[in-house]
């Protein structure tokens, strides 16, 4: 108790030197972080009970107790190659220990704005302000809360036409500190990116990572927005992501997770206009005592809507994975179609997985369907591989790349697709040698 | 005697608590086609799988040898890697794993325990697409997830095809023939003929004797309740077709001791 007293005193003291620090932000951004700190003062951190059912599973006490530093000085150096050596071919723009840093982002495509938010904030003074805070409400959320009280850099995108180059947002964390990325996406009508949002750690050791992302796609945007959650296995990672689709939009999802010791992926889609599309998919890989819970709604608001959510979890050792989520068929939002499904593949009998995907349905002639599954591998699988002389190991190896293939070709950008196969096995300690 | 490949000595198998295989005996020399043949539920595919190393029976009295050597404690890997391979009357779906890279990998595998390199992608594609093609398969059954969506007979003519491209020792075939139509049974007959030879043996798991009139056995064997009750040559199948299994049923009741 005194510790999360500590904390928040921590927290305040951090927020009061902020404020003083950026004197020169816009009146309506200090005012917005003032109003979000202030909520967090009255709700604070959420609570694992009973009753609460978005936490059920996840305690975040362990995160809520401990004080970390906001990154001083200068950031340290990065060696891109060797702490995110999956973007060729991409263009990029960086952050480190949450500042943006010049030095590793690259020249942009034709039609593509990606800068630091604290630059946009006068140069796309509109946009931001349109939608920055519009998404990712606080009011209720002591995570987004906190994220708006310490609103200061982050990265603006907006996208127009057709970019054919992928865009890379990187947040690397360098050392024992909070940070709270914030990430703002716009996809201006009918235009169409491919944008690869990761979280990366340059050393091993604790951290905080408070991050919101916001999601608007303007009619008929297309945006395919894959998030790498892949900090280092002590870390906490509490994810944010709100996304907003407007008229006959396509928004593509993928969340990938392979790091992090307590790792949390709150993902709503609101579809919020007719003949909005959304095509959701996430695959987590645990070992270790790692925690990873993916909260992940859909909100159809609005008549012709679809989804289609799929995520698979590999999870080892003394891991535990949660998924949950709504899918929410809003009164009026007839003709939907949303099916949601989680599958897991348990390897360790220490190993723990809590599916719980539910549906509402409000609305007439709807399509909708929802299945978890937990399993083993089977044992016919493996005797079946083995009895054409492929040792265990490797028949393992063989059925797990299988199970992750389902997710992992959907990523067309094929470097990444490579080595995210890769990453997925050396992800689980059993495959570090054979892989 | 120098021949001998497969020799099973007074086999007791248990599932748990149920004695499926009651004292079988069968010693299979090289160059040899055993065929063996009995009703649903008497204990054929127990003798093939425990032969192979499935787990989960329980050996509680007899041997299993191989080259001589027991091969119980052996895992089914390095039983393959031996020499023995089982056609499954049920073949396995392998979601996400495409047959391709299976077949590959197994080759590979049976290549590095002989010390041999591993087999180069040219090779392998042309080896692969020449006994593909020799089974009717098409070549696109290649790409796909090992036996995803296939047909019974597609899944029994990929069984053979592994058979044929992994050229094991001895090979255990079980109901391969079940759920073949006659055009595609002549062609799995032809693969597992092209395959035999003095150096190979086989041993086949039927029900109906119409494949025999392609894989000429050399001997058949009924195995009822757990017991080969009666052994003799081609002729015997022919037998078991016109007069069903009862009569050799009541023999073995009545205690009939079976034929050599
Ligand atoms: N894993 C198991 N658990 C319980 N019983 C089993 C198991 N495997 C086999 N049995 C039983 O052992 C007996 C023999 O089965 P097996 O599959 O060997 O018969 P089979 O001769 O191959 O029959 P079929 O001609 O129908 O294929 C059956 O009664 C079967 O139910
Ligand atoms: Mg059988």
Redesign the pocket.
Known sequence: MTQAVATHEQYEADFRKLQESRSSDPGWLKDLRNAAFGRFQEIGFPVARKGNELWKYTDVRPLAAETFPQPAGVPASVDAAQVFPFDDGMARVAFVDGRFSQELSTPLPDGLVAMSLAQAYTEHSDDVQRHLSQHAPYADEGFTALNTAFLADGAFVLSEGAVQTPLHIVYVTTGRVVTHPRTLIVGRPTSELSVVESYVSATGGKHFTNSVTEVALEEGAQVTHRRLLIENQEAYHVATTRVHQSRDSVYRSLVYEAGGGLVRNDLTVLLDAEGAEAHLKGLYVTAGKQHVDNNVNIDHAKPHGYSRLYYKGIVDEQSKAVFGGLVLVRPGADKTDAYQEDKNLILSHEAEVDSKPALEIYADDVKAGHGATAGAIADEALFYMQSRGIDPEQAMLFLVRGFVSEILDSVTIEPLREWLVERTTQALPRFREAA | MADLLLEVRDLHVA??D?E?LKGLSLAVNKGEVHAIM?P???????LANVVAGKP?YTVTAGDVLYEGESILTKLPDERARAGIFLAL?YPVELPGVRNRDFLRAALDALRESRGEDKVGIRDFNKLMQAKAEELGLEPDMMKRNVNEGFSGGEKKRNEILQLVVLDPTLALLD?TDSGLDIDALKVVAEGVNRFGGPEKAIVLVT?YQRILDYITPDFVHV?IDGRIVRSGGRELALELEKRGYDWLREEAQAGAAPSA
């Open positions: 599932v748990g149920n499926i009995g649903n539920g008497s204990g054929k595919s127990t989960g009357q109901e029900h195995l």
